[in-house]
């Protein structure tokens, strides 16, 4: 009987002891586990809204605010949409901030007659947007778009800017000096204009297919706000179109097809003709301030190509120059490697 209990109680030990193992071992895991979890947080996409003088201006926001921060200002005719993946790829180690410009993604679109969609005007927007989630230093990426809007407030706040990321961004007359921006700046001039600009071998082939030897230069820019030359700024230069995501079209385009979105392109078009005479002013900004470059250029870009990449050696005496094998989004296609050099870039900075 004895002998009975004695086993059962050396039993009853080793089974305690198993367990004890078998508990000690779980809240190890789950602890590792928990705290797994509690780092994913840092590197997921907030989506926020702030509200601008009426307007609610939306963005995306990672990473941890004690960290540097990199203010990312999109292109046309996309959103912060485009930086959907390289934010998370970065969260780890610096504090990311997108936000949509009226009239694009989704932030207001206030009617054209009822806000001034102009360049100083979205610059404005974007300088209280920075004031209101409380930016007080920053890197700027600029694109397309990003680049006229960046460069008016980094000439405003010189000490605010920690460095410049230009990917496809344009502050030179060379960078527009193409086939592509003819009868833009025809536009810009004349806004009655008639096939000004319009005979050479890109717009030929816009007349072409809509059949019209004659256009107006408003009929003409209309085209790009279609889906077809939405689908082409996605894919034009790229090394494999069937690696470009079509969820990218599939998402602005019915952004760009929304009532009075043309009359605002139409508006903006016709305002970028203001931001050529700045850059005299942008480029007297690089001299005297260098900011640290990092330029990550689609060198087949045939809206802004690697002419516009290469007259910023002149100004700025610490650039780290890369033109890469792809086209004008270059995120689509070469967002990894835009990514590494800008941990390297910003790395190296010792931010």
Partial sequence: ???????????????????KALLISLIFNLGFTASSFAAQPINRVSYKTVNIDGLDIFYREAGDPKNPTILLLHGFPTSSHMFRDLIPALADRFHLVAPDYPGYGYSSMPAVDKFDYSFDNLANVVEQFIDKVGLKKYSLYLMDYGAPIGFRIATKYPERIESLIIQNGNAYDEGIDNNFWEPIKAYWKDRKAVNQGLDNDWWKNVKASYKKPNMTNDEALQFLLTLDATKWQYTNGVRNVEGINPDTWNHVQPLLDRGGNNAIQLQLFYSYGSNPPLYPQWQAYFRKYQPPTLIVWGEKDAIFPAAGAHPYKRDLKKVDFHLLDTGHFALEEDGDVIAEHIRRFLSEKKM
Avoid: F, P, Y
């Avoid at 004695?6 to 198993?18: D, R, V």
């Fill in 1 to 19: 009987m004895g002998a009975i209990v004695l086993g059962e109680t050396i039993m009853n030990t080793q089974s305690i002891k198993i367990i």
